[in-house]
């Protein structure tokens, strides 16, 4: 009886995580990459520009 009962909690633990990888994989994946890839070129930007204020190192002749 405590078999059958743990290859049966098994069995719904094993559906609930295949019904939770599932929703992960398809809806929530293709949605971010999305907005990852339109925000990939204002952030390389942003850092270009951050860089490009800094000022140089002055060096020392010694």
Same mark, same amino acid.
């Given at each position: 009886?405590?078999?059958?009962?743990?290859?049966?909690?098994?069995?719904?633990?094993?559906?609930?995580?295949?019904?939770?990888?599932?929703? *992960?994989?398809?809806?929530?994946?293709?949605?971010?990459?999305?907005? *990852?890839?339109?925000?990939?070129? *204002?952030?390389?930007?942003?850092?270009?520009?951050?860089?490009?204020?800094?000022?140089?190192?002055?060096?020392?002749?010694?």
């Amino acid at each position: 009886m405590k078999g059958i009962l743990g290859i049966v909690g098994l069995l719904i633990v094993l559906g609930i995580v295949s019904v939770l990888v599932k929703k *992960q994989l398809t809806g929530g994946s293709a949605q971010s990459s999305q907005q *990852q890839l339109q925000q990939a070129p *204002q952030q390389v930007k942003q850092q270009v520009e951050a860089i490009m204020q800094q000022p140089r190192p002055v060096p020392d002749d010694k």
